[in-house]
């Protein structure tokens, strides 16, 4: 079992940047492969980016990539998403998940193949 806090929300203007966290609860936290997710009102949750349980491989969504960078620590049992060029269209509720494959190489983009989900944190992005 892993419980994932996330923290490091809040508002920003459009340009500037944001550092989320996702600590997680557990030892097995270093051995999955991890993911951000967000959702905006009315819309369905989509996939941002993810990465192995070593940090070796990283994927992102076209819409994020280049401005959004996914890193990890597994020592600290920590996840990050740094967010930079902030536009409008960031704004959401930003979740963390995990896959419970252990050692897992693949990186699944969708929001079902996770099992463990933070209860997410707001960001929002003046213009």
């Known amino acids: 079992q892993v419980q994932l806090v996330e923290s490091g929300g809040g508002l920003v203007q459009a340009g500037g940047s944001l550092r989320l966290s996702c600590a997680a609860s557990?030892?097995?936290?270093?051995?999955?492969?991890m993911g951000w997710f967000r959702q905006a009102p009315g819309k369905e949750r989509e996939f941002v980016a993810a990465?192995?349980?070593?940090?070796?491989?990283?994927v992102y969504a076209d819409s994020v990539e280049g401005r959004f960078t996914i890193s990890r620590d597994n020592a600290k049992g920590t996840v990050y998403l740094q967010m930079s060029s902030l536009k409008p269209e960031d704004t959401a509720l930003y979740y963390c998940?995990?896959?419970?494959?252990?050692?897992?190489?693949?990186?699944?983009?969708?929001?079902?193949?996770?099992?463990?989900w933070g209860q997410g944190t707001q960001v929002t992005v003046s213009s």
């Open positions: 990465v192995t349980w070593n940090g070796g491989s990283t």
């Open positions: 557990g030892h097995t936290f270093s051995t999955y492969a």
């Open positions: 998940a995990a896959d419970a494959t252990t050692y897992h190489s693949y990186l699944y983009q969708s929001q079902w193949m996770y099992n463990y």
